[in-house]
């Protein structure tokens, strides 16, 4: 599965962002997915993740702001982002496991198979 993410940009706070991931080589049904990401430092740090049917996890910062969605039929994943802040810069990164479940998500950046390579967001106060 390759994967390719995009959709990141600059924006002042309180703006929103539409991330996409696009799959290619496979279809995602059978695939969990999720998005984490990377300000400097060495570990991604965990978004948000969604079954490969149903069922969305989401890390505390981003609860309430952030939405992750998928549409199998045309293989992308999407993270809506809302009411961004400064400390949400970082490079984003979409992820792909497959998976068994249908409903579980994966929150460990050491579940994840499958990386895209990052989009750059930028939040200016």
């Known amino acids: 599965v390759q994967l390719q993410a995009f959709g990141g940009g600059l924006v002042q706070a309180g703006g929103s962002l539409r991330l996409s991931c696009a799959a290619s080589g496979r279809t995602l049904s059978g695939y969990a997915m999720g998005w984490f990401r990377q300000t400097p430092g060495p570990e991604r740090e965990f978004v948000a993740a969604i079954g490969w049917i149903f069922g969305t996890d989401y890390a505390e910062s981003v609860k309430g702001r952030f939405t992750i969605s998928r549409d199998n039929a045309k293989n992308t994943l999407y993270l809506q982002m809302n009411n961004l802040k400064p400390e949400d810069t970082a490079v984003y990164y979409c992820?792909?496991?497959?998976?068994?479940?249908?409903?579980?998500?994966?929150?460990?950046?050491?579940?994840?198979?499958?990386w895209g390579q990052g989009t750059q967001v930028t939040v200016s106060s």
């Open positions: 992820a792909a496991v497959p998976t068994a479940s249908a409903s579980r998500g994966y929150l460990r950046e050491s579940e994840y198979r499958y």
